[in-house]
Protein backbone atom coordinates (compact mmCIF):
# COMPACT_ATOMS: atom_id res chain seq x y z
CA UNK A 1 0.00 0.00 0.00
CA UNK A 2 1.41 3.04 -0.98
CA UNK A 3 1.93 5.69 1.86
CA UNK A 4 0.69 9.46 1.78
CA UNK A 5 4.11 10.43 0.62
CA UNK A 6 4.56 8.25 -2.48
CA UNK A 7 0.55 9.52 -3.20
CA UNK A 8 1.42 12.93 -3.29
CA UNK A 9 4.70 12.21 -5.33
CA UNK A 10 2.12 10.06 -7.72
CA UNK A 11 -0.27 13.36 -7.93
CA UNK A 12 2.78 15.86 -8.28
CA UNK A 13 4.26 13.41 -10.97
CA UNK A 14 0.96 12.88 -13.08
CA UNK A 15 0.63 17.04 -12.65
CA UNK A 16 3.88 17.87 -14.15
CA UNK A 17 3.43 15.36 -17.00
CA UNK A 18 0.11 16.73 -17.80
CA UNK A 19 1.37 20.13 -17.91
CA UNK A 20 4.10 18.79 -20.35
CA UNK A 21 1.27 17.58 -22.76
CA UNK A 22 -0.66 20.18 -22.87
CA UNK A 23 2.22 22.54 -23.52
CA UNK A 24 3.06 20.43 -26.24
CA UNK A 25 -0.36 20.22 -27.87
CA UNK A 26 -0.50 24.01 -27.59
CA UNK A 27 2.65 24.96 -28.47
CA UNK A 28 3.35 26.99 -25.46
CA UNK A 29 6.63 26.89 -22.93
CA UNK A 30 6.12 24.72 -19.86
CA UNK A 31 6.23 27.68 -18.01
CA UNK A 32 3.43 29.63 -19.34
CA UNK A 33 1.15 26.37 -20.11
CA UNK A 34 1.42 26.04 -15.83
CA UNK A 35 0.54 29.58 -15.39
CA UNK A 36 -2.74 29.04 -17.59
CA UNK A 37 -3.90 26.25 -16.20
CA UNK A 38 -3.10 27.41 -12.51
CA UNK A 39 -4.94 30.84 -13.74
CA UNK A 40 -7.80 29.41 -15.07
CA UNK A 41 -8.25 26.40 -12.67
CA UNK A 42 -6.70 23.59 -14.51
CA UNK A 43 -4.74 22.36 -12.05
CA UNK A 44 -7.31 22.69 -9.13
CA UNK A 45 -9.12 20.12 -11.47
CA UNK A 46 -6.29 17.59 -11.95
CA UNK A 47 -6.04 18.04 -7.75
CA UNK A 48 -9.70 17.55 -7.20
CA UNK A 49 -10.26 14.86 -9.68
CA UNK A 50 -6.88 12.78 -10.27
CA UNK A 51 -8.77 9.32 -9.09
CA UNK A 52 -10.75 9.81 -12.19
CA UNK A 53 -8.47 11.70 -14.38
CA UNK A 54 -5.06 9.12 -14.35
CA UNK A 55 -6.93 6.51 -15.48
CA UNK A 56 -7.96 8.15 -18.70
CA UNK A 57 -5.18 8.65 -21.75
CA UNK A 58 -3.25 11.94 -21.85
CA UNK A 59 -5.07 13.13 -24.92
CA UNK A 60 -8.35 12.73 -23.01
CA UNK A 61 -7.25 14.39 -19.60
CA UNK A 62 -5.60 17.37 -22.14
CA UNK A 63 -9.25 17.43 -24.00
CA UNK A 64 -10.55 17.93 -20.57
CA UNK A 65 -8.32 20.27 -18.99
CA UNK A 66 -8.83 22.46 -22.35
CA UNK A 67 -12.64 22.74 -21.37
CA UNK A 68 -12.23 23.47 -17.77
CA UNK A 69 -10.09 26.24 -18.59
CA UNK A 70 -12.60 27.54 -21.28
CA UNK A 71 -15.45 27.64 -18.86
CA UNK A 72 -13.27 29.47 -16.53
CA UNK A 73 -12.72 32.37 -19.25
CA UNK A 74 -9.53 30.83 -20.88
CA UNK A 75 -9.06 31.94 -24.19
CA UNK A 76 -5.98 30.02 -25.72
CA UNK A 77 -7.74 27.28 -28.10
Do not use: P, W
Request: proline content about 0%; hydrophobic content about 40%; glycine content about 6%.
Amino acid sequence: MATVAQNERNLLDYIVVCVSEFASRYGMHMRDAYMYLRQYKGIDFLHEFYDVEHTLSFDDTIDDLSVICRKNGGTIF
